[in-house]
């Protein structure tokens, strides 16, 4: 099948296939003597697999390490527990910090009545202040580096200066 058959059959972008491809998660597809990508039975399945991880918020490093570890079905699964182990230690903490957000969203919520002038809205004020606090505390090393982007955790049997993220697609 052409690239546009395997992601109407996957659901999927064609550039989400060839960033996959591109990635190393995908392996290259054959081409016909005009250039056309084919697919086949393979690539459906290993695409299901890279997007069914992806739903779950994995990286496309801890993708690409099980990937690998499901090219050598004959090794240790012991890392790939431990991979889990981390990710669903990581998807506790981002179910801490969004239950947190919530709190501090509904308080910040309460600061204000409905009909007011913009002028006099509480939530304003509120997320001003807040802004001005979060901008004071931060260190000049903070201050010069981007915010933490979730999804960014350390990965298990990941090579050196392999990649850690990537689009979600």
């Known amino acids: 099948m052409k690239i546009g058959e395997l992601a109407k059959t996957a659901q999927t972008q064609t550039e989400t296939i060839r ?51 499901k090219d050598a079905p004959a090794g240790s ?23 947190a957000l919530e709190k501090d969203l509904k308080l910040l919520r309460e600061q204000c009545a409905s009909g007011q002038a913009a002028g006099d809205c509480g939530i304003l004020s509120g997320l001003e202040k807040a802004a001005l606090q979060q901008s004071r505390n931060r260190t000049p090393a ?18 050196a200066g392999g990649k850690a993220g990537g689009p979600h697609k």
């Open 19 to 69: 960033y996959y491809e591109r990635e190393g998660l995908l392996p290259e597809a054959a081409r016909t003597g005009s250039n056309y990508r084919i697919y086949d039975e393979s690539h459906v399945q290993r695409l299901a697999f890279i997007r069914h991880c992806r739903s779950l918020d994995m990286t496309l490093a801890e993708i690409r390490t099980l990937l690998n570890f």
């Open 77 to 99: 699964c012991t890392d790939v527990n431990t991979l889990l182990d981390e990710h669903i230690h990581h998807v506790a903490t981002r179910i801490r910090e969004l239950k």
């Open 142 to 159: 903070e201050r010069g580096h981007a915010a933490h982007i979730h999804g960014a955790h350390p990965q298990v049997g990941a090579p």
